[in-house]
T-cell receptor
């Protein structure tokens, strides 16, 4: 168990809908990262938050947004869903904000999103 | 842009044999590398890391080798066990502010009993 908790484990929804994925980081970790994993794209970095502030952005669509709350849990909001958004969404957490050696990212078990 | 790639999509090994999983990286500025293991239904799990000032690092049954000359990374698993069956990812990063971890596409290791 990595200590990172993601809910829900599975989500099935229809095109055009909006969903919210939730992540609780490991105790003591201030950074949260979101990744999308699909068969043809592998693990793609979406966005990072550190202590409530956006820290880095990757290949995140404008239809997607995230936030990190004062209790450090994070939510990833996906709106106007398309079939191609079906994927596994992972959250990871680490202690530090910057990319340092030993600032290991620990991953949750993921949320499997199916858009029908 | 720069990317991390794996040479083989799948690798099948006999239980008890040693496994070698290879990875090529293209960003010569990357100075820190990590191997992750992802079992079915789980998130990636940290296995071992190596900094660019090293060429070898050993863990428990695993060894990572780094050849910066040819930008090649490998993960060696000794006495492969059924529990080693998973997808393995290499990842690279340039340490410092605003740098992100870049993952390779992954390789499936299948252990035959």
């Amino acid at each position: 168990d990595s200590g990172v908790t993601q809910t829900p484990k599975h989500l099935i929804t229809a095109t055009g809908q909006r969903v919210t994925l939730r992540c609780s980081p490991r105790s003591g970790d201030l950074s949260v990262y979101w990744y999308q994993q699909s068969l043809d794209q592998g693990l793609q970095f979406l966005i990072q938050y550190y202590n409530g502030e956006e820290r880095a952005k990757g290949n995140i669509l404008e239809r997607f947004s995230a936030q990190q709350f004062p209790d450090l849990h994070s939510e990833l909001n996906l709106s106007s869903l398309e079939l191609g958004d079906s994927a596994l969404y992972f959250c990871a957490s680490s202690v530090e904000a910057t990319a340092l050696a030993k600032n290991i990212q620990y991953f949750g078990a993921g949320t499997r999103l199916s858009v029908l | 842009g720069e990317s991390v790639g794996l040479h083989l999509p799948t690798l099948s090994v006999q239980e008890g044999d040693n496994s070698i999983i290879n990875c090529a990286y293209s960003n010569s500025a990357s100075d820190y590398f990590i191997w992750y293991k992802q079992e079915s239904g789980k998130g990636p799990q940290f296995i071992i890391d190596i900094r660019s000032n090293m060429d070898k690092r050993q863990g428990q049954r695993v060894t990572v080798l780094l050849n910066k000359t040819v930008k090649h990374l490998s993960l060696q698993i000794a006495a492969t066990q059924p529990g080693d069956s998973a997808v393995y990812f290499c990842a690279e990063i340039i340490t410092g502010a605003n740098s992100k971890l870049t993952f390779g596409k992954g390789i499936t290791l299948s252990v035959r009993p």
